[in-house]
């Protein structure tokens, strides 16, 4: 069993920046695809940003530009680097790693971290 455990969200102004963090336990981290995904209220979750374990990265088109995904495999965290906000980025965002279990993988999600974008 993974833990995973999201922080860093928060209100923010339009145009304002916020850094979440997620944390995943296991000591195969550097392993793992980590990726962010949303959900406002009455859509379904969509994916935001997905780091592999190589650090290749890639983004929704809503985001590409403004958002950055990075890790750092020796704090078993990945970052979501998020400037230039604006009230459409309001959303639960969600922290899930897909763990590699030969010879399948298993996905696990954080709890989510609510990010409001209002001035």
């Known amino acids: 069993q993974v833990q995973v455990v999201e922080s860093g969200g928060g209100l923010v102004q339009p145009g304002g920046s916020l850094r979440l963090s997620c944390a995943a336990s296991?000591?195969?981290?550097?392993?793992?695809?980590m990726a962010w995904y949303r959900q406002a209220p009455g859509q379904q979750r969509e994916l935001v940003a997905r780091?592999?374990?190589?650090?290749?990265?890639n983004y929704a088109d809503s985001v590409k530009g403004r958002f950055t995904i990075s890790r750092d495999n020796t704090k078993n965290t990945v970052y979501l680097q998020m400037n230039s906000l604006q009230p459409e980025d309001t959303a639960v965002y969600y922290c899930?790693?897909?763990?590699?279990?030969?010879?399948?993988?298993?996905?696990?999600w954080g709890q989510g971290t609510q990010v409001t974008v209002s001035s």
């Open positions: 899930n790693a897909r763990v590699p279990i030969n010879p399948t993988f298993e996905g696990y």
């Open positions: 780091i592999i374990n190589s650090g290749g990265t």
């Open positions: 296991g000591s195969r981290f550097s392993f793992y695809t």
